[in-house]
Structures are given as structure tokens and as C-alpha cells.
């Protein structure tokens, strides 16, 4: 058991010994090599650390990795899996590969082992603590402590890949190539009878699971293949790229239309998504306040200033006079688009009928004044349609967010701007 002082966890002063095997704790610096081993298990993130920073009005995220160390112990973990041992990964948190622009999918220990062509990672809204086991092996372990915070989808058949545990039914726990394990799970308490109870179901299950494995059949039996294999293989290959991309795009899909549930950060994420995946707008996420960022145009300059927000109710003044007095605070005059996008009854509407409630014309009057253009969640899903639909493109898009002020209402695959007057114009 490696580095588990990376999780604020104390090394046991013993090691533990049963009848069938010995699991030792070694620290972080250990000068023991993973290859001295049978087994190594660590914890995902034991390599690298995450904390949001504020710096002045800046927040965030602060990245560092023992590269050094890193990269030592993945040549050791090589030659343990080539000399026939298995390392286990302790999945106790979501997976970070990305944040603004960087790129962290190499990082940690945890995601050099999980990097495979058409093999994806991702994470899930929250923790999940209610499991469907299909381990036998480590039912008593799972039961106990098993939790999930991401989940797995493959699309590679060169991976010998094995459910050991489901969250909502995605794969969250899982064996790969008979000797990679990724279990799902909670940091324990850190007292010595709670570790000692924790370590020792891990344990058993991970020896119980591996000496099951190494009596199953032999890769050598696929030596002998039958006339009509070949062409089976090719067909079960297309399909499943066609099966990939389907998967891929209606995930895409379901991630934007996510806007319409979420709140917070995790809304901000998923409309910004929309706007560069979705449209082809890039957007510059980097400001100061987490909920806000901005559209830029073909030349890399801003057009547009975006306030993203959440809400069990319906739109309020001060959504509108946040947006404005953003706009202020990043310099920009009053003359400068400023989109407010919100997310409006979250909690209480059970239906797209109960989500399309209409925003009250004292507010579309105020930010008509304050020069604010309002798109309601359900709106800016309205106008993507319209955009796969072919009946307003990119450039149109951008023209209608500049000029346009007050409420932006989209119904039955028309868009209608809506500012408290006559003027209201329709499209």
C-alpha cells in the first residue's frame, strides 16, 4: 500500500499478515521499487494536487505534480505488471483533466494507466454511494466503502475489460487486462481499527479477484480461429465506430441540454460548452468572477459579455443589475452587449411546459434600459435548434446578440426580441 499520507491517512506501524498474504504500507518516498512487490495499491491523485486560489479579484486553480516521482514509478509499475503482478487504483475523487486551456490527462499515475484510444473517462454530478456489484470478490469491500464520482465507457476491444462495479448504471469499478484494477471508493477514517478493517476487505478481495483470474483460460486458445472469424471481427468493428459516434454525439446532446437543470459552476461549464462546442463561438472563460465570460469574434476580440446565472424562481431586477454593473467593473461602457443568461425555475418545474414560464415585462422593460439582452436557458436551447436546423448560422447569431436588448424569446423554432414596446422584433 503506497503513499496513503498523500491522503491524510497514518501509516500503520505494522504490516498486515494473513494466512494467504502480507500487505506492507510504504511512504511516498519509499525507496522500495513497486517491482520489489506481488501488488501495489495507491490512491488515485497521490501524484499530483488540486487547490482553487484567489489572488486579488482572481480565482483559480492551482495545479502541482511530482513529476520526478511520477515518472519513476511508472517504469516500476511497468516491469511489475510485465513480471505478472497487479496494481490497484483507489478512484476517491472526480478526474480533473482539463481547466482552462490545460491539459492534465497525464498527471497522475491513476490516468497514465486509464489513457487508451476510444476509452473515456467522466465524471458524474455528485458521489453515488449506492453501487450495483458484480464482484463477488469485492462485495463485502464495496458494501462497506464502495462510492463513485466517475464512470468509464470503452470503445476499444483490444482492452480485456471486466465490471466489477456500476453507479446508475455506467461502469464506475472495473478490472483491465486481468491486472489493472479501479475500484470506487471512500477515504477511510483515519483510525487504526477502521484502516485495519478497510485495508484487509481490500485486500482479500484483490487476492481472491487475481488468483481467480490467472486459472481462466489462456490468450493462447485464440490461436485457433474458425474461416468466418475474420469477417465477423471487420463487422463488429464498424459497428461499433458507428455505435461510438452515435453515443458520442447523443452525449454531446445531453450535455447541452443540461443547461436546463444545473446551477452554479456547473452550469456555467455547460454553457460554455455550448457556445464553443455547440455554436463555434470561442469564449474566453478567464475572469475574475466564476459565473461570467466572454464571446469573442473571428479576430479574437470580445463582442459580448456573458452573465451566467441559477434560479428556483424567475428572473429579478438584480440579475439584470449584476449583469450591468459587470459589464462596468470589466471597463467596458454601458453601450457594450451584455448577455444575461439564467437558468430560470429549477427546483419546482417538472416538465419543459412548467420551465417555459414567461419573464415579466417590468423586467424585460428594465433591461431593455440598462442595455442587457435576457436569454432564459430554454431560450439559448431554442436557438441552438434553430442553428443545427440551418436557420440562423454563426454570423447572424453573433449580429443578433450585438444589436439586440430586453428579452430574446424563442417559440415553436422562431426567436422574438422582446424589449416592453412596439418595436419587438420577430424572426
Known amino acids: 500500500m503506497y503513499g496513503i499520507e498523500k491522503k491524510g ?3 500503520p506501524d505494522d504490516a498486515i499478515t494473513v494466512r494467504n498474504y502480507s500487505l506492507s504500507f510504504e511512504n511516498f518516498k519509499t525507496p522500495s521499487r513497486f517491482n520489489d512487490f506481488d501488488g501495489v495499491i495507491l490512491f488515485k491523485g497521490t501524484f499530483e494536487n488540486f487547490e482553487w486560489k484567489t489572488g486579488g479579484y482572481e480565482s483559480y486553480l492551482k495545479h502541482a505534480c511530482d513529476n520526478d516521482e511520477l515518472d519513476k514509478r511508472k517504469k516500476e509499475a511497468a516491469l ?3 513480471q505478472g503482478g497487479f496494481i490497484c487504483f483507489l478512484l476517491d475523487n472526480v478526474f480533473i483533466d482539463r481547466e482552462d486551456r490545460r491539459n492534465f490527462e497525464g498527471s497522475d499515475l491513476t490516468k497514465f494507466h486509464l489513457n487508451y484510444s476510444s476509452f473515456y473517462r467522466k465524471n458524474f454530478g455528485g458521489r453515488i454511494t449506492h453501487l ?3 464482484s463477488d470478490e469485492f462485495r463485502s469491500f464495496l458494501k462497506v466503502y464502495g462510492a463513485a464520482n466517475s464512470y468509464f465507457e470503452s470503445y476499444n476491444n483490444r482492452i480485456d475489460l471486466r465490471v466489477l462495479a456500476e453507479a446508475s448504471g455506467r461502469c464506475a469499478g472495473m478490472i483491465i487486462n486481468r491486472n489493472s484494477y479501479f475500484i470506487p471508493t471512500l477515504i477511510p477514517d483515519n483510525r487504526s481499527e477502521i484502516l485495519k478493517e478497510y485495508f484487509t476487505l481490500l485486500s482479500e478481495g484483490l487476492t481472491s479477484s487475481y488468483n481467480k483470474l490467472q486459472i481462466l483460460l489462456p490468450d493462447w486458445i485464440k490461436e485457433f480461429s474458425f474461416d468466418e472469424e475474420a469477417g465477423l471481427k471487420e463487422e463488429e468493428d464498424e459497428i461499433r465506430v458507428r455505435l461510438q459516434k452515435l453515443k458520442e454525439r447523443t452525449d454531446k446532446l445531453d450535455q447541452f441540454k443540461s ?3 444545473l446551477t452554479g459552476d456547473d452550469l456555467v461549464e455547460s454553457v460554455i460548452g455550448l457556445f464553443s462546442d455547440g455554436f463555434g463561438i470561442v469564449v474566453d472563460g478567464k475572469d475574475e468572477l466564476r459565473e461570467d465570460f466572454k464571446l469573442l469574434n473571428s479576430a479574437s476580440e470580445p463582442f459580448c459579455l456573458c452573465e451566467v446565472k441559477g434560479t428556483n424562481k424567475g428572473v429579478k431586477r438584480e440579475h439584470i443589475n449584476q449583469a450591468d454593473s459587470h459589464r462596468e467593473r470589466s471597463g467596458f461602457d454601458e453601450s457594450f452587449p451584455s448577455l444575461l443568461l439564467i437558468n430560470t425555475h429549477i427546483k419546482n418545474a417538472r416538465s419543459i411546459m412548467e420551465k417555459d414560464q414567461e419573464i415579466a415585462n417590468e423586467q424585460i422593460r428594465h433591461a431593455t434600459n440598462m442595455n442587457v439582452l435576457m436569454l432564459r436557458t430554454i431560450d439559448l436551447l ?9 436557420r440562423i448560422n454563426r454570423e447572424e447569431l453573433e449580429k443578433l446578440l450585438i444589436s439586440s436588448r430586453g428579452w430574446l424569446r424563442v ?7 422582446i424589449n416592453g414596446n412596439l418595436s419587438d422584433e420577430k424572426a
Open 132 to 134: 450495483n456489484i458484480k
Open 259 to 261: 443547461i436546463l437543470a
Open 382 to 390: 431554442g436557438i441552438f435548434r434553430m442553428f443545427l436546423m440551418g
Open 80 to 82: 511489475l505488471l510485465e
Open 411 to 417: 417559440e415553436d423554432q422562431e426567436y422574438k426580441v
Open 9 to 11: 491517512l497514518s501509516l
